[in-house]
Nanobody
């Protein structure tokens, strides 16, 4: 059974930093493209950053320069380092793990898996 678990959210003051972690189990980590999304009430979920094994991360324009995404294949974990946080970064952050073997038609099954989310609140 595939599991995607986020951790590291919390309350931070404007200008502060947080580091989110996304750990998967039950699937070969190296075939996953892992992305962080965020969502606020009444708005669509938006992608923040994504990374596939052996590639450079991609960032939403709104977080470029402030957020850094990295992955540790040995630990089945992707990290999102968030610096210079602003109140508008407040959201529930979700981790999505996309099975690239399914995306490219090499295997069958669910295309992706979601975590339950972790709350990030930026407030004085």
């Amino acid at each position: 059974q595939v599991q995607v678990v986020e951790s590291g959210g919390g309350l931070v003051q404007p200008g502060g930093s947080l580091k989110l972690s996304c750990t998967t189990s039950g699937i070969i980590f190296s075939i996953l493209r892992v992305a962080w999304y965020r969502q606020t009430p009444g708005k669509q979920r938006e992608m923040v950053a994504s990374i596939a094994s052996g590639t450079n991360p991609n960032y939403a324009r709104s977080v470029e320069g402030g957020f850094t995404l990295s992955r540790d294949n040995a630990k089945n974990t992707v990290y999102l380092q968030m610096n210079s946080l602003k109140p508008e970064d407040t959201a529930v952050y979700y981790c999505n793990a996309e099975d690239l073997s399914v995306v490219h038609g090499l295997s069958s099954g669910p295309r992706d898996y979601w975590g339950r989310g972790t709350q990030v609140t930026v407030s004085a």
